[in-house]
C-alpha cells in the first residue's frame, strides 16, 4: 500500500527557513514527487517537483530560488527545503507522488495520484 507521510511543518517568522520531510513507503523504483500547498480560501498550488530517477526540478516561479527539492532514495524520502520565507508561503503543505510518469508537471496537481495528509508550515511578519 502506497503511503507518503510529511513532517517537519511549523510556525516561522518571515525570513527563517524550516525543511518538511515526505517518506515514502509501499513503492521502490523512481517517481514523480512534487509538492503542492493550499491556504484557506484558495485554490491548491504547484510548488515544487522532482523525478527520483534524475533531472531537474520544476519550481513554481513565487519559490524560485527561495526554496529546494531534492531526494534521498536510500531513505525513501522527499524534502522541501524553505528559505526565505513569507507570509505568504503560508498553508497546508502536502506532498504527491506520481509512478506512471517521468515528466513532473506541477499545476493544482491533478497528474498525482498519492497524496500525503499534509504538514502545516505558518510564517508570521
Known amino acids: 500500500q502506497v503511503q507518503l507521510v510529511e513532517s517537519g511543518g511549523g510556525s516561522v517568522q518571515a525570513g527563517g527557513s524550516l525543511r518538511i520531510s515526505c517518506a515514502r513507503s509501499g513503492f521502490t523504483g523512481s517517481t514523480c514527487m512534487g509538492w503542492f500547498r493550499q491556504a484557506p480560501g484558495k485554490e491548491r498550488e504547484g510548488v515544487a517537483a522532482i523525478y527520483t530517477g534524475g533531472g531537474s526540478p520544476n519550481y513554481a516561479d513565487s519559490v524560485k530560488g527561495r526554496f529546494t527539492v531534492s531526494h534521498d532514495n536510500a531513505k525513501n524520502t522527499v524534502y522541501l527545503q524553505m528559505n526565505s520565507l513569507e507570509p505568504e508561503d503560508t498553508a497546508m503543505y502536502y506532498c504527491?507522488?506520481?509512478?506512471?510518469?517521468?515528466?513532473?508537471?506541477?499545476?493544482?496537481?491533478?497528474?498525482?495520484?498519492?497524496w500525503g495528509q499534509g504538514t502545516q508550515v505558518t510564517v508570521s511578519s
Open positions: 504527491a507522488a506520481e509512478i506512471w510518469s517521468r515528466s513532473c508537471g506541477l499545476g493544482r496537481g491533478n497528474m498525482y495520484t498519492y
